[in-house]
């Protein structure tokens, strides 16, 4: 476990284990207008073929909370999102991430930061160099524009995923 100090209190990053699968769960159905519906079984799926998959924690007056998760792919996976379909037709080589959630109680305190440099230093450790991801332009998701353009990832393409209902911004980091 890694323990930071960004702003007041530690934040701990693990990787997750299936007793974090209920606190996923929830954590996505808050955001799931930013990410995608997930019930447990395509969770459990998903993180089988996650080549990354970590929580991070904080303490509060219960004790450790599990207030972020973060679940990224390689390359080569049999993975049926159209956006990750759509960077393994034009990258050799990459780790897509599929969905980040952080608690919005816990938004402004360096978590989200605290996991990609976490995910970039374990890219750089496998020779990955590209990052990719993407987020909602329609619905708008402002928040998640602004973090990942002062994390230096940069618009790659567009496209209408969820039957056309979402438009997203397919984006790309090069370590």
């Known amino acids: 476990m890694t323990s930071l100090d ?3 209190g530690k ?7 299936g ?3 209920v606190r996923i769960l929830e954590l996505n159905d808050a955001e799931v207008q930013n990410t995608s519906p997930l019930d447990r ?5 998903l993180l089988d073929m996650a080549s990354y998959s970590r929580v991070a924690t904080v303490e509060d007056t219960a ?3 599990v207030a972020a998760f973060i679940i ?3 390359e ?4 049926t999102s159209d956006n ?3 960077f393994a037709a034009r990258y050799p080589r990459f780790l897509y991430i599929d969905r980040i959630v952080v608690d919005a109680d816990c938004a402004g305190r360096g978590i989200g930061r605290a996991l990609y440099r976490d995910l970039f230093r374990c890219a750089r450790d496998q020779g990955v160099h590209i990052v990719a991801c993407e987020y909602n332009l329609e619905p708008p998701n402002p928040a998640s524009a602004a973090f990942h353009n002062r994390l230096g990832f940069r618009e790659q393409g567009r496209q209408r995923v969820a039957g056309g209902a979402k438009l997203v911004s397919l984006q790309v980091t090069e370590l």
């Open 41 to 45: 079984p395509q969770l459990e799926q």
């Open 76 to 79: 080569g996976r049999p993975y």
């Open 84 to 86: 990750y379909r759509w």
């Open 72 to 74: 990224a792919l390689r």
């Open 6 to 8: 960004p702003n007041n």
């Open 63 to 65: 004790g450790e909370k």
């Open 19 to 21: 007793a974090d699968l």
């Open 11 to 17: 934040i701990g990053l693990r990787t997750a284990t």
